[in-house]
């Protein structure tokens, strides 16, 4: 096991990263997540805390970490089902929102999802990277789940995914 001195990224969020940081690190996990999705694996449980950082600005590196909740996924024999992760962190699909207009049935069978979960999670990550404030309260997830069903409009600004996807660090 290998002592990792810099910590997590949840310790560094005391003031929003600039765009180029938070580039670096998005880039980081994203290609992370890619090598997990090709092998049939979801995290499920990304999130600052679960990313580990081998070194700072200007040249951050950064490892995911923290696979207690990942599951392999084989086609026909399982499927994501499960309520994991950490508020705040977890997309709406995996609190069971967003599945249509009620979504507070008592049916016992869950809706299954998908490792797109993860990519959620880097959506948050990045907001708060960014913004240095959650783009959803953990303890409202009927908001979550009125965005998740378009009832609401974002209050992300179009700029902020534009220019995450437009432009890689150098």
Not at 42 to 50: F, G
Not at 102 to 125: C, E, F, L
């Amino acid at each position: 096991m290998e002592f990792v001195e810099l910590g997590d990224l949840q310790s560094y969020l005391r003031a929003p990263f600039s765009e180029r940081d938070t580039q670096q690190i998005i880039l980081q996990v994203i290609r992370g997540l890619a090598c997990m999705h090709a092998a049939g694996y979801a995290h499920r449980d990304l999130k600052p805390a679960n990313l580990l950082v081998f070194s700072t600005g200007p040249q951050w590196h950064v490892k995911i970490a923290d696979f207690g909740l990942s599951k392999r996924v084989l086609t026909d024999l399982t499927s994501l089902r499960t309520n994991a992760g950490t508020q705040g962190f977890m997309a709406p699909e995996m609190l069971g929102l967003g599945f249509g207009e009620d979504d507070s049935s008592d049916d016992d069978t869950q809706k299954s999802y998908t490792n797109a979960v993860d990519i959620w999670a880097v959506g948050v990550i990045a907001y708060l990277l960014l913004t240095g404030e959650m783009p959803f309260s953990p303890s409202e997830p009927r908001a979550l789940g009125r965005y998740a069903t378009s009832s609401i409009t974002s209050s992300i600004p179009s700029c902020v995914s534009c220019q995450l996807i437009s432009s890689s660090p150098s």
